[in-house]
């Protein structure tokens, strides 16, 4: 088998084969919402034409003699400090998506392996990063015998057994976040990147710049109230603000591709942090106990969220509260 960049004489076995791979995929996750009305095929054909002939992106085909086991779409991704993706993500990768990447073999993994590294070397890009559906164990399996390590999980946890509110610990309240909170999100924003800039291997920048993260909180505290929630934790006894998280809901349209893994409308838990002196007491507990709440009073089924593997304190703290990983991306420094 070998990878080919994408030309015009696969493209349509290309759209053929993601399709296939990924109603599969949608039906392994059946009864979840999940998969797109109709066919899928525009959806599909639409992502698939998008990775070719653009300067940012690039698509391969993995051949097996003329007949097409694999595709792979990928993203250049450069940020600047003043991007929001810079607060979670390396400056520079290059990124496939769970929707653009589909091969089903461990040969097909290797062939597209040898063609997508040199090509993120080219570029200049120091970080390699390719997520993959939760069915997709044996692709996994090749990533990693090719040098992958865990990055990213996009978890999920369904609501129906949640086991409801439980009180906050003493001395501290959640309260909905006021415009005047935006200084204490924009504080605890910072520590939550840094904490990632230094504890994990994530890449992201240890020089966050302050104006990101105050602009995000801004907006995070007067966003739409039926969609977004900001919650914060204060110590009562001196008023500071010791701990905050972001609830949303996120809504996906019928053209966009990620129907496939994806239920229409899911809560998603952004960014969440608790200040160092008041962590392990049970305040980040009490944040989402607020949000999978407000998650309920929103008839919201599920709720994602994404945490760094490495992170020695969100990954264990999420699989506590009851989150699973569904997506998974891996990554490599080039
Ligand atoms: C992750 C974080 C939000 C957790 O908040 P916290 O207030 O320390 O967590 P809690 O004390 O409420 O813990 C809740 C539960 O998770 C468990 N838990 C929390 N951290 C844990 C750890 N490091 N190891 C094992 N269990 C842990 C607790 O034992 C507790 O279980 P219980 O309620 O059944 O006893 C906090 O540590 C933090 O802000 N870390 C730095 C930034 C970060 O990583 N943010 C998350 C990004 S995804």
């Not at 791979?21 to 039906?27: C, E, I, K, P, V």
């Not at 959806?43 to 653009?54: D, E, N, P, Q």
């Not at 940012?56 to 792979?72: E, H, I, K, N, P």
């Not at 865990?150 to 369904?158: E, I, L, S, Y």
């Amino acid at each position: 088998m070998r990878a080919t960049p994408l030309d015009d004489m696969h493209v349509e076995a290309a759209v053929r084969y993601c399709l296939a791979q990924l109603r599969g995929t949608a039906d392994r996750l059946g009864g979840r919402g999940v998969r797109p009305p109709g066919s899928g095929h525009d959806l599909v054909s639409m992502m698939v034409h998008g990775f070719a002939g653009t300067l940012d992106r690039a698509g391969w085909v993995v051949l097996d003699g003329s007949t097409v086991r694999g595709f792979a779409g990928a993203t250049f991704v450069d940020l600047t400090p003043d991007d929001w993706r810079y607060t979670f993500m390396p400056p520079r990768s290059m990124s496939i998506a769970a929707t653009a990447c589909h091969l089903d073999t461990t040969e097909a993994v290797l062939a597209l392996h040898d063609a997508v590294r040199p090509a993120a070397a080219d570029r200049g890009m120091p970080r390699l990063l390719i997520a993959s559906a939760p069915d997709a164990e044996t692709v996994r399996a090749a990533w990693r015998g090719a040098g992958l390590r865990p990055d990213v999980v996009m978890a999920v946890r369904d609501m129906s057994n949640w086991p409801g509110a439980g009180s906050s610990p003493a001395g501290i309240v959640v309260r909905t976040a006021a415009p005047s909170d935006v200084d204490s999100l924009t504080d605890l924003a910072l520590e939550e990147h840094r904490y990632h800039a230094t504890h994990t291997k994530s890449g992201t920048s240890p020089d966050q710049p302050r104006e990101t993260s105050r602009r995000l909180a801004e907006q995070a505290v007067s966003a739409p109230p039926e969609t977004s929630y900001q919650l914060v934790a204060e110590d009562a006894a001196s008023g500071a603000v010791v701990g905050s998280l972001l609830g949303m809901i996120h809504i996906l349209g019928d053209d966009q591709v990620q129907r496939f893994l994806l239920p229409p409308r899911y809560g998603y838990i952004g960014l969440t942090s608790v200040t160092a002196a008041h962590r392990g007491g049970g305040v980040g507990r009490a944040l989402v106990d607020a949000a999978m709440n407000w998650f309920a009073n929103h008839q919201v089924d599920s709720v994602f969220l994404h945490y760094v593997v490495d992170n020695p304190l969100s990954a264990r703290f999420w699989t506590r509260l009851g989150f699973a990983a569904r997506i998974h991306v891996d990554g490599v420094w080039l």
